[in-house]
């Protein structure tokens, strides 16, 4: 069965830091998808990233940049020069297609980031 | 254009009692999703929706739970004989298709249910 591990349950830093998150999978198939989300202090899931097994480039937004790792089934968050506004839980994600029907997601425990000023 | 919207947004019963959660999606998503989140825990599904029928909904944790979506648009989560581990936030989450497992869902701000 999938699984999703967080092992790092809350982090802290001050504003300006790089901060690294860490997402370790498990999975049967071949054929899957990782998914990052940010749950600020409101509560509503907000999505970050999805990325594909085939398609192991790294990749940057803005602050954000991603880094897959096949080998070592992981899929790695890092958030550079950390801001207050950041402060959020961050969850990992999986979907892959060894049921039938739909995109059911495996979620991770979340990691709960903290930037302090 | 608007957001997956639900309904309420607080929701306090007692044991025993029968309460219902509501789901709008977002506008021409053929896909709904229902999760529920424990405190200090990841999401966890509990059915998936694919028009009006619930295609997989193996999360249900028992026959208490019900969930229908009779127009393939809003849905709605049943609960009956509510118990206190039921308490959770629930959340439901939309995608533009069923296509296979690369679908982005959008998730809405959730339900808080409290049963005291």
């Known amino acids: 069965a999938q699984k999703v591990t967080q092992a790092q349950t809350e982090i802290s830093v001050v504003e300006k830091e790089d901060v690294t998150l860490d997402c370790v999978y498990e999975?049967?198939?071949?054929?899957?998808?990782l998914f990052w989300y940010k749950q600020p202090p409101s509560g509503e899931l907000v999505f970050l990233i999805r990325r594909n097994s085939f398609d192991e480039q790294n990749e940057i937004s803005g602050r954000y940049s991603w880094n897959f790792q096949k080998s070592t089934s992981s899929f790695n968050f890092t958030i550079t020069a950390s801001q207050v506004v950041d402060s959020a839980v961050y969850f990992c994600a999986l979907s892959d297609t060894f049921k039938a029907a739909g995109n059911k997601l495996t979620f991770g425990g979340g990691t709960r980031v903290l930037v302090k000023p | 254009g608007a957001g997956v919207s639900q309904t309420p947004s607080n929701k306090v019963t007692e044991k025993g009692k029968y309460v219902e959660l509501r789901c709008d999606p977002i506008s021409g998503h053929t896909a709904l999703y229902w999760y529920r989140q424990s405190l200090g825990q990841g999401p966890e599904f509990l059915i998936y929706f694919q028009g009006t029928g619930a295609a997989d909904d193996s999360g249900l944790p028992n026959d208490r739970f019900f969930a229908v979506r009779p127009e393939g648009s809003v849905s709605t989560l049943k609960i009956q004989r509510t118990e206190r581990g039921d308490s959770a936030v629930y959340l439901c989450?939309?995608?533009?298709?069923?296509?296979?497992?690369?679908?982005?869902?959008?998730f809405g701000p959730g339900t808080r249910l409290t049963v005291l």
């Open positions: 989450a939309s995608s533009l298709s069923s296509g296979g497992a690369g679908d982005t869902q959008y």
């Open positions: 999975t049967r198939d071949t054929t899957y998808y």
